[in-house]
């Protein structure tokens, strides 16, 4: 699989807003579910943070899956 990429406007996105972009929550609250569910990495190390600031260039693997925020 490859690379998926994800523009964000502004600075930063928080996991959680990532988490529903990509359509996986439909809520901010489904978002400690899921990463107590599913492994989440951001840079290659596990992330349960749902607040977690996400930048352009950060690389975050869900469920196989790697997205690149640009």
Partial sequence: M?????NITG??????QL?????LISSGGECR???QE??????????ARR????????RIT???QDIVLG
């Fill in 62 to 64: 869900i469920a196989g």
């Fill in 11 to 16: 600075d930063y996105i928080t996991l959680s």
């Fill in 2 to 6: 490859g690379e998926q990429l994800v």
């Fill in 33 to 35: 579910f899921f990463l």
């Fill in 38 to 47: 599913h492994v989440v990495k951001v840079n290659g190390a596990v992330e």
């Fill in 19 to 23: 988490l529903k972009k990509l359509s």
């Fill in 51 to 58: 607040g977690r600031k996400l930048y352009i260039g950060d």
